[in-house]
């Protein structure tokens, strides 16, 4: 495992870092829970010491199985990385979307990142983690509806309380970066990041890279479509987001496994599987620190944490530029 600091900070995590979204279950049909404690083990095992969670994803139940599966471990050994902003038990802010909660009942979501809100979900965060502080403490998706410097001042207590130790955003372009960037010294972006999904390197990525802000690139796997494991007529679970996302209709899934098929002797030359070397790819990308990976059970972690053993040469990395270019 390779392992790298987090913009201007001394805090070092794991370049594939175990992303705790589905782990939940929350929005991916189910998960089960004692798996999802294993998988989160089994990374570790093999080197993976970060794990990026969230106070949505299941309403809690992320958290605390993150919390319960680094019992026992020397709490300065792993880094926690969750959230704030996403509220699910406060009709603030504005509506994110309409979902269903643990036990299938529908609920609304907002973003909201009021001081009193933030302080109220950060003590709610360290109690299902099972901690007394966050490694980094990142707003969920923007919120219109509170000023940017009051968010971070809250976030910033938080650091002077030792209760977080350093901050970050998720899903923020440069001008909301550098807004927040006058009241707080930041660290990290995390934002959406594939071979098929490219968009922050038009402006995002140019920005962290000049100002020194890590990016923590999630759904690098493109929520498994670049596994090659989904074929056009795959039939997902009932709750699973992805059933109704525009990557995962026949047509791009089409699209996306040619494009798979193509950088597969690379992978079978390493002896390793497509969404092994997109993982490597990826970490390799200008801008980019980690690669945030999901998984459901110990199997899955165990071949995500192996992209590291991959030695990408420069013309193997040109070759799926220009392949990946031309998607």
Not at 41 to 68: H, K, N, W
Not at 71 to 86: A, E, H, N, W, Y
Not at 258 to 271: F, G, S
Request: proline letters at 3%; a negative charge.
């Amino acid at each position: 495992m390779e392992y790298r600091k987090l913009g201007h900070s001394d805090l070092e995590v794991s370049a594939i870092t175990f992303g705790a979204w589905a782990a939940g279950g929350w929005m991916w049909g189910s998960t089960d829970r004692n798996e999802a404690i294993e998988a989160i083990r089994a990374s570790y095992e093999l080197g993976v010491t970060s794990m990026d969670t969230a106070p949505i994803y299941e309403q809690g139940t992320s958290e605390e199985i993150v919390g319960e599966a680094i019992k026992g471990i020397s709490r300065d050994k792993v880094q926690i990385l969750t959230k704030f902003g996403m509220r699910w038990d406060l009709d603030k802010g504005t509506l994110a979307m309409q979902s269903k909660n643990n036990d299938g009942k529908d609920i609304d979501i907002y973003k909201y990142a009021g001081k009193e809100s933030i302080i109220y979900e950060c003590e709610q965060s360290l109690k299902r983690l099972g901690t007394d502080y966050i490694d980094l403490y990142q707003i969920h998706w923007p919120d219109v509806t509170t000023p940017i410097d009051e968010t971070f001042e809250a976030v910033s207590k938080l650091i002077e309380q030792g209760k977080v130790r350093f901050a970050g955003v998720c899903n923020y372009n440069a001008q909301q970066l550098a807004e927040a960037e006058k009241t707080l010294k930041l660290v990290s972006n995390q934002i959406p990041f594939s071979m098929v999904n490219r968009g922050i390197e038009e402006e995002t990525v140019p920005y962290c890279i000049e100002n020194n802000k890590s990016i923590l690139a999630y759904s690098p796997l493109e929520r498994g479509l670049l596994t090659g494991k989904i074929s056009p007529d795959y039939k997902f679970q009932a709750g699973d987001h992805r059933a109704n996302h525009a990557h995962f209709q026949a047509d791009f899934i089409q699209k996306t496994n040619q494009l798979l098929d193509k950088i597969k002797p690379i992978a079978d030359e390493h002896d390793a599987t497509l969404g092994q070397l997109v993982l490597r790819w990826t970490i390799e990308r200008p801008g980019v620190t980690i690669a945030l990976a999901g998984a459901r059970n110990a199997e899955q972690a165990v071949q995500n944490s192996k992209a590291m053993d991959i030695q990408l040469s420069k013309e193997e990395i040109e070759t799926i530029d220009k392949l990946v270019n031309a998607f």
